[in-house]
C-alpha cells in the first residue's frame, strides 16, 4: 500500500469471483470484516470458483456467497479448518467441493451450508466430513480411494432430505469418532468395508437419484453436473453394516429392483430406536444379523437372510410386536434364529436348517400364512404369555412346523396348537446361545434361559393340541418334573401322530378331555402315564402297549382304550 492508503485484507466484491492458482491456495481471516462479518476470508454476492491446478487447498478461514453457487477444486488435498466454513445463503444454490487426486480433510466444528441447494464432496482419497447442510435438499459424498469418516462431535455431519455415500473403503468406522451422524429422509451408500451410520429422525433406505451441482466456469458463469448415476441400497460387500434411527428405519427396494435393500458381506446391525423397523425388501448379511425396534416387520416382499454358515439372527420388539408376514422369509444357514416380541410373534417363514428357533412373545405366537411352513429347524424352543397357534378353522389355525424336538410354553387361555411335518420327541430344549450384534457390527456371544421341557399350558382351560405327520415321542425332559405334556385346568389334551406314539413321561390335565392318537403302534414305558378328571381315549392304529407301572387314571369319567385288535372301553380309574 501507499503511504495514504491503509491496509487491506481478503477478497470481496459485488459480482463472481474466480481465482485460480497454479501453487498452494490458502484462504486466510484478514483484519477487515467481510460483509460486516469477521472470521471470513473470501465474500462475494455472485459465484465462485476457487482452483489450485497442480496442488492444494487449505480453508482456514470463511467462504461465502449471498446469491451465487460455490466451488473449490485441487489436484490435491483440499482441507478446511474450524473457521473455514462454506456457505451460500441464495435458495437453490450449490457447493461443490473436490480433491482430485487426494483427501478432503474438514475439521471438527467446520461446515458447508446452503439454503436448500445440493452439497456435493468429491475427493480420490478419504473425506472427513465436519458437516454438511443442504436444508432440504440432497447430499453426495463420493471417495473414490478412501473412506469417508467423522470429523467429531461439533456438528450432524450431514443434514438434507437425501443423502448418498460412495466409498472404496467404509462409511463411518466403529472406532472413535465412530458412527455418521445424520438428519435425512432417504439414504443409499456404498462402502466395501463397512458402513457405520445414526439418524436423528425417520429414515428411508432406497434410491437417491443423480445429485446435480453448479460447477463454476473460468468466467464465472455455472453449468450443471450430475454427480453421479441413481445409486440404490445400503451395501458393504466385505464389511459390517451398522444403521439406527431415533425414528422409523424402513428399508425399500430401489429403481434396480434386484429385491435387495441392504447387504452386509459380514454381520448387520439395524435398529429403529423408537419406532418400527420395517423390511420391505431383502436385508441380507454374510455373517450374524440384528433387527430391532419398537415393532419389527418383514413384509411379503421382504425376506431377512444369512448366507455365513451358522450365523444367527436375532429379530426383537421391544414394546410391541414382530410381524413376518404371509411370502416373507426369515433364513439362515443353520444358525439360530431368535425372536423376541413384546407383544404377539406373527410369523411364517422362518427357517433355520440344523438350527434352534427360539420365540418369546409376550402376547400370541400365531402362523401368519399359508405360503410356507411357520417354522423349519432342528430344535424349536417357544414361550408365550399369550397362545402359540390357534384352533383349526381360526384364522390360519395351527402352527405349522417341521422340527425333531420341541418344548413350548403358554400361558393364554387358548394354549397351544402346534402342526409338525416329521418325526418330533417332546422333551428338553437347551438354552439359547446366539451371537448377538452391537452397534459397532462387532459380534458379543450371548445366552438366553434356562432349559425349557415338555408341552405346558399354564392358565386355566389352556389347551394342548399337538399333530405330527411322523412318530411321536413324548419324554421327561431336564427339569425331572416327570411330565412330558400337561394342561392346565380344564384344558383339554389331543396328541395325534400319523405313525408310531411312544411315551415314557406323564401327559396330564387338571379337568380336560384327553385323546391320544396314533396311526400304528403306540406304546407307554416306565414313567409314563395318563391322567385327569375328564375322560380318556386312547387309540392306536396298530399294537397298543403299556409296562405294568403306567397308570391311566380319571377320577369322574370314562376311560377308553384301543388298538388295532383289541378294543377295551372301562370306567376304571
Request: glycine share 14%; aromatic share 2%.
Amino acid at each position: 500500500t501507499s503511504p495514504s492508503e491503509a491496509a487491506r485484507s481478503d477478497l470481496q466484491t459485488a459480482g463472481n469471483l474466480v481465482l485460480r492458482v497454479a501453487g498452494a491456495l490458502t484462504v486466510a481471516d484478514g483484519s477487515d470484516p467481510v460483509n460486516g462479518q469477521s472470521g471470513l476470508g473470501i465474500g462475494l454476492d455472485g459465484n465462485l470458483l476457487l482452483e489450485s491446478t497442480n496442488s492444494t487447498i487449505a480453508l482456514n478461514a470463511g467462504v461465502t456467497s449471498t446469491s451465487g453457487s460455490i466451488m473449490v477444486v485441487a489436484e490435491d488435498a483440499v482441507s478446511q479448518a474450524a473457521a473455514g466454513d462454506i456457505t451460500t445463503s441464495a435458495s437453490g444454490e450449490t457447493i461443490f467441493v473436490a480433491s482430485m487426486l487426494d483427501a478432503i480433510s474438514m475439521a471438527d466444528g467446520a461446515t458447508a451450508e446452503t439454503n436448500d441447494g445440493n452439497i456435493f464432496y468429491s475427493a480420490g482419497g478419504d473425506i472427513t466430513i465436519g458437516g454438511l447442510d443442504a436444508g432440504t435438499a440432497e447430499v453426495f459424498v463420493d471417495s473414490a480411494g478412501g473412506d469417508i469418516l467423522d470429523a467429531g462431535s461439533v456438528d450432524v455431519e450431514v443434514i438434507a432430505s437425501k443423502v448418498r455415500f460412495e466409498a472404496s473403503g467404509s462409511v463411518g468406522s466403529s472406532t472413535s469418532p465412530g458412527m455418521l451422524e445424520l438428519t435425512v429422509g432417504t439414504l443409499a451408500a456404498e462402502g466395501p468395508s463397512g458402513i457405520y451410520l445414526n439418524n436423528s429422525t425417520n429414515l428411508v433406505v432406497g434410491e437417491v437419484s443423480t445429485v446435480a451441482v453448479n460447477s463454476v466456469s473460468s468466467d464465472g458463469t455455472t453449468f450443471v453436473t450430475n454427480a453421479s448415476a441413481v445409486l440404490n441400497d445400503v451395501v458393504s460387500t466385505s464389511g459390517p453394516i451398522a444403521l439406527t434411527a431415533a425414528g422409523t428405519l424402513t428399508v425399500n427396494d430401489g429403481s434396480d429392483t434386484d429385491d435387495v435393500g441392504i447387504s452386509a458381506g459380514s454381520h448387520l446391525y439395524l435398529k429403529a430406536i423408537s419406532s418400527t423397523l420395517a423390511a420391505n425388501t431383502g436385508v441380507s448379511a454374510g455373517g450374524a444379523i440384528h433387527m430391532e425396534g419398537a415393532t419389527v416387520s418383514v413384509a411379503a416382499t421382504g425376506s431377512v437372510s444369512s448366507s455365513g454358515s451358522t450365523e444367527t439372527i436375532y429379530l426383537r420388539a421391544s414394546t410391541s410386536t414382530v410381524t413376518v408376514a404371509d411370502g416373507a422369509s426369515v433364513s439362515s444357514t443353520n444358525g439360530n434364529i431368535y425372536v423376541r416380541a413384546a407383544q404377539a410373534a406373527n410369523i411364517t417363514g422362518i427357517s433355520a436348517g440344523t438350527g434352534f428357533v427360539y420365540i418369546n412373545a409376550g402376547g400370541n405366537i400365531v402362523d401368519n400364512g399359508d405360503s410356507a411352513t411357520d417354522i423349519s429347524a432342528a430344535t424349536v424352543r417357544l414361550i408365550s404369555a399369550g397362545n402359540i397357534g390357534e384352533p383349526a378353522g381360526t384364522n390360519n389355525g395351527l402352527l405349522d412346523i417341521a422340527t425333531a424336538t420341541l418344548a413350548a410354553q403358554a400361558g393364554g387361555s387358548e394354549g397351544i396348537f402346534i402342526a409338525n411335518n416329521g418325526n418330533l420327541t417332546i422333551g428338553d430344549v437347551s438354552g439359547f446361545n446366539y451371537d448377538r450384534v452391537d452397534a459397532t457390527g462387532a459380534l458379543v456371544p450371548t445366552s438366553n434361559g434356562d432349559n425349557l421341557s415338555d408341552l405346558a399350558t399354564t392358565t386355566a382351560a389352556g389347551s394342548v393340541v399337538l399333530e405330527v405327520t411322523g412318530n411321536l415321542s413324548l419324554v421327561d425332559g431336564g427339569d425331572s418334573d416327570g411330565d412330558a405334556v400337561t394342561a392346565a385346568g380344564a384344558g383339554t389334551i389331543l396328541l395325534s401322530a400319523s405313525g408310531t406314539l411312544s411315551g415314557s413321561a406323564e401327559v396330564s390335565s387338571g379337568s380336560g378331555a384327553m385323546s391320544i392318537l396314533s396311526g400304528s403302534d403306540m406304546s407307554f414305558t416306565s414313567g409314563a402315564g395318563l391322567s385327569t378328571d375328564g375322560t380318556i381315549e386312547v387309540v392306536a392304529g396298530g399294537a397298543l402297549t403299556f409296562a405294568t407301572d403306567v397308570h391311566v387314571a380319571t377320577t369322574a369319567a370314562d376311560i377308553h382304550l384301543e388298538s388295532g385288535t383289541v378294543e377295551t372301553e372301562s370306567g376304571m380309574n
